[in-house]
């Protein structure tokens, strides 16, 4: 059973990361700084952001967010058990870092037909349950997907031949 904790831990990262994706894309030096406050007012924590190179790093009380930008690829630290996403083009990958938990998330587009159940396929293949399956068009571009290994969750969630994948790992305590 997934912990609401778990989906509440992956969730306020990717939104942050969006956030911080619309208001740094000049990624000016100045920006950087504007933007940290506007965090550490939003979150009233304390928070270090650095951006160049396409990436933007926040760190935040022992949590860490990296967003990559521009020709984004499957990230190298995904863990491998975890199928790569082959189908479509990757937009932009995040990653996150909690005491408890770590996180990826992948923006893909110009995602083919059936892409969804042949992942859970996949995903099945590499020993993961699946614990939700939604398809909501007929080509099956559409709809979300829960499956649990072990500490990992994988979730895809889209539509219109877009689609999110967030994957979170539990730390072990």
């Known amino acids: 059973m997934i912990k609401p904790t778990v ?21 000016k030096k100045a920006e950087d700084a504007i933007l940290e406050k506007v965090i550490e007012h939003s979150t009233g924590s304390d928070v ?19 967003i990559r930008q521009n020709k984004a690829t499957w990230p190298d630290d995904m863990p491998s058990v975890v199928p790569r996403f082959a189908y479509g083009t990757i937009m932009m990958a995040t990653r996150t870092e909690t005491p408890d938990t770590d996180g990826w998330s992948v ?9 969804l159940r042949e992942y859970d396929a996949l995903l099945k293949k590499a020993g993961f349950e699946t614990t939700l399956t939604t ?3 007929d080509e099956g ?5 829960q499956a649990a290994k072990g500490t990992l969750t994988v979730f895809l969630m889209g539509g219109n031949k877009a689609l999110s994948l967030a994957v979170s790992q539990e730390k072990k305590q």
Not at 107 to 115: C, D, L, Q, R, Y
């Open 141 to 145: 571009t559409g709809g979300t997907l």
């Open 7 to 27: 989906v509440y831990k992956s969730i306020v990262p990717l939104f942050l990361a969006g956030s911080v994706v619309l208001l740094s894309s000049c990624q």
């Open 107 to 115: 923006t893909i587009e110009n995602v083919p037909a059936n892409a």
């Open 135 to 137: 398809v909501t068009s």
């Open 48 to 66: 270090e952001l650095n951006s160049g190179s396409g990436r933007v790093s926040i760190e935040s009380e022992g949590k860490k967010l990296e």
